[in-house]
């Protein structure tokens, strides 16, 4: 199971911090991933990271802002995000890989499991 939590509404210019975390898993196996969609719109890429944490990836829509990380003894993944833009309000959803090797993962297709979403809303 994947439990996301830590949005909310924020000012532009603003931070947040998302967090995801993984029960039921060996958390060393999981490739993990952050997607969001915005209100009629479809699930787009945000960041990944793989099961050893060193190889990442971000889209390239907030590279430079958002900062993916994971933590073995909290079972929990997060994403840092900073300089926050009214376009980046969405749902973001966590999503987890089992059973890959030491890669990052950027499509929706790569993932078997996903959290329920939780909403960051970016007010100009």
């Known amino acids: 199971q994947l439990q996301a939590c830590g949005g909310g509404l924020v000012q532009a210019g603003g931070s947040l911090r998302l967090s995801c975390r993984a029960s039921?898993?060996?958390?060393?196996?999981?490739?993990l991933g952050w997607f969001r969609q915005a209100r009629g719109k479809e699930r787009l890429f945000v960041a990944a990271?793989?099961?050893?944490?060193?190889?990442?990836s971000y889209a390239e829509s907030v590279k430079g802002r958002f900062t993916i990380s994971r933590d073995k003894a909290e079972n929990t993944m997060y994403l840092q995000m900073n300089s926050l833009q009214p376009e980046d309000t969405a749902v973001y959803f966590c999503?987890?890989?089992?059973?890959?090797?030491?890669?990052?993962?950027?499509?929706?297709?790569?993932?078997?499991?996903w959290g329920q979403g939780t909403q960051v809303t970016v007010s100009s």
């Open positions: 999503a987890a890989r089992t059973g890959s090797w030491d890669a990052k993962f950027t499509t929706q297709g790569d993932y078997n499991y």
């Open positions: 990271i793989s099961r050893s944490g060193r190889a990442i």
């Open positions: 039921g898993f060996t958390f060393s196996d999981l490739a």
